[in-house]
C-alpha cells in the first residue's frame, strides 16, 4: 500500500502562490498521480494529472494556465505549483496514486492522502 503525504497548503492572498508537495512512501512504477480538491459542501474535484514519465500532463479547466503539475521520481514525489490563485480555489487538496500499473488520470484512484488546505482569501 503506498502511503501519500501532502504538505505546501496555508494562507494566500487572491493573486498570490503556493506549492503543494506530495510525498510517496515508495516508488509507484507506470502510473499516474493526480491532485484532487474538495471545497466545503461541495463534492471533490480533479484538478490535475501527470503521467508516469511526466511527458503528459492533464488540467481541469478551471486552473488551466493557472497550475503546473510536475513529479520527481527520484524522490518519489509529485508537485502542484498554482499561481494566480483565486476565492474559488479554497478548498482541501488531496494527491492521489494507482496501487497498480496504469489506470486513468482522471478516475479510478485508490491510494489517498490526508489533504492539506489550500485557503485564498479575497
Known amino acids: 500500500q503506498v502511503q501519500l503525504v501532502e504538505s505546501g497548503g496555508g494562507l494566500v492572498q487572491a493573486g498570490g502562490s503556493l506549492r503543494l508537495s506530495c510525498a510517496a512512501s515508495?516508488?509507484?512504477?507506470?502510473?499516474?498521480m493526480g491532485w484532487f480538491r474538495q471545497a466545503p459542501g461541495k463534492e471533490r474535484e480533479f484538478v490535475a494529472a501527470?503521467?508516469?514519465?511526466?511527458?503528459?500532463?492533464y488540467y481541469a479547466d478551471s486552473v488551466k494556465g493557472r497550475f503546473a503539475i510536475s513529479r520527481d521520481n527520484a524522490k518519489n514525489t509529485v508537485y502542484l505549483q498554482m499561481n494566480s490563485l483565486k476565492a474559488e480555489d479554497t478548498a482541501v487538496y488531496y494527491c492521489?496514486?494507482?496501487?497498480?500499473?496504469?489506470?486513468?488520470?482522471?478516475?479510478?484512484?485508490?491510494?489517498w492522502g490526508q489533504g492539506t488546505q489550500v485557503t485564498v482569501s479575497s
Open positions: 515508495r516508488t509507484y512504477n507506470g502510473s499516474p
Open positions: 492521489a496514486a494507482h496501487n497498480g500499473w496504469g489506470g486513468s488520470p482522471y478516475s479510478g484512484y485508490d491510494v
Open positions: 501527470i503521467t508516469w514519465s511526466g511527458s503528459i500532463t
